[in-house]
């Protein structure tokens, strides 16, 4: 009740963000009306209702307007409780987590001081859990609701998480304000899968952090289609020596729907790696926004450290606003960064047409073609036959 109670007070100080706002000039006017922000989802969708139409065998938590809706998964090494029942400990943990440590979200601070929609969960040292743990954020009303998520890897377990974010059909104007933190404990290894369904009425904006120890391990796989209004802020800090990270994902948006990814890897230790690749496909009146950094302190050296954004422009109408971003404080590293932005090119789609190919599949052909590489890197076969059909829903080229 005291870490709510300061969060709420620091909320006094917390500037909505505005156009004005750098890491928001190019979304902040999507983010509606004020009182609809500030109104919470009162009652959970009890329907239970899973809008994901794959199978798969998990560990499965489903938590409805911030409020779980099922029994806790049990397993060996895995236990789960709410935030309400945290001890002095776990308590510190979760107030030390990477996103509740940064002062530069302020829908995360707002998430913050909504610490009874927590959940903390713990897999014990030496433990590799037999089947990937999932937990669905569903939103199933108007207003907004702020799950939160902790989870701790102790010391050279191993787990993969599954993050299903969800509206539900009678959702309108509804904002699911969520947030992800981690802890990778040495010689863990830790994979994380998100996906979001894309909606042109509702809005996401989301947070994940993650802190790695020694000679951790951690893979990212993600799916971000379109909203009304879509953010997620994926930070990662590698704070002890040895520790590797490798970031994907996949963002597609159309009609007059927004994304905005914004990532940032702090390189805190030395003799540490990371990789990042980002793929996004904009249509129609859409936008997508990538602000990727990697941030290299005087310590870390030996960093060896990789940042590629590439973007495929369906319409003269899209945009997309790309800024790779290096900031290095050491003298023995590498680095590269690099970024594209085109169109498809016509002479390949002609190329498909002579050998009787139709030109929406031509089409849909070569731009499924520039996202399968990363969604094909997923390790989670239900999960890559599931990406691959929805892209091609979206990407079909029809009327």
């Known amino acids: ?55 798969i065998d998990a560990h499965t938590l489903f938590i409805a307007d911030g409020q779980a809706v099922s029994n806790f998964p049990e397993a060996a090494g895995l236990s789960i409780k709410s935030f309400s029942d945290l001890d002095e400990a776990e308590i510190q943990a979760v107030s030390e987590g990477v996103i509740a440590a940064s002062s530069h979200l302020p829908f995360a601070a707002l998430n913050m001081a909504q610490l009874s929609q927590g959940y903390f969960i713990s897999v014990d040292k030496g433990t590799k859990l037999d089947k990937p743990l999932r937990i669905v954020l569903k939103q199933g009303l108007s207003g907004m609701s702020t799950p939160r998520i902790f989870l701790h890897l102790h ?6 998480l599954i993050e ?67 953010r997620h802020d994926l930070i990662v800090k590698l704070v002890e020596a040895g520790a590797e990270c490798d970031l994907n994902a996949v963002c597609v948006t159309r009609n007059r729907q927004h994304f905005d990814h914004h990532t940032c890897i702090e390189h805190v230790a030395p003799h540490c790696t990371s990789n990042e690749s980002y793929r996004c496909i904009a249509d129609n009146r859409s936008q997508i926004v990538f602000n990727g950094r990697i941030h290299i302190l005087p310590d870390a050296q030996k960093t060896l450290g990789s940042m590629s954004n590439k973007n495929l422009l369906l319409s003269s109408d899209a945009e997309i606003d790309s800024k790779p971003e290096l900031e290095i404080y050491a003298d023995d590293v590498k680095c590269a960064h690099g970024t594209t932005i085109g169109q498809l090119n016509e002479k390949e789609v002609y ?7 139709s030109n929406e599949q031509a089409r849909q052909m070569l731009t499924l073609g520039f996202v399968l590489e990363i969604v094909h890197a997923a390790p989670i076969q239900e999960i890559v036959e599931y990406w691959e059909a929805s892209l091609s829903q979206l990407l079909s080229f029809q009327d």
């Open 1 to 55: 009740q005291q870490l709510i109670k300061q969060q709420q007070a620091k909320l006094i100080d917390t500037a909505i963000p505005s156009r004005n706002t750098e890491s928001w000039k190019y979304s902040a006017k999507r983010l509606g009306k004020l009182d609809t922000l500030a109104i919470p989802a009162t009652q959970a969708d009890q329907s239970n209702q899973d809008e994901s139409n794959y199978a």
């Open 155 to 160: 010391d050279m377990a191993t787990c993969t």
């Open 164 to 230: 299903d974010l969800q509206f539900a059909d009678t959702a309108s104007d509804a904002l699911l304000n969520s947030v992800t933190d981690v802890l990778v404990g040495k010689n863990a290894q830790f994979t994380y899968l998100r996906m979001n369904k894309d909606s042109d009425q509702n809005r996401l904006i989301s947070a994940s952090g993650i802190k790695q120890l020694r000679d951790s391990r951690v893979q990212s796989h993600i799916l971000s289609l379109g909203l009304a209004l879509g």
């Open 351 to 357: 190329y498909l047409k002579t050998r009787g190919i």
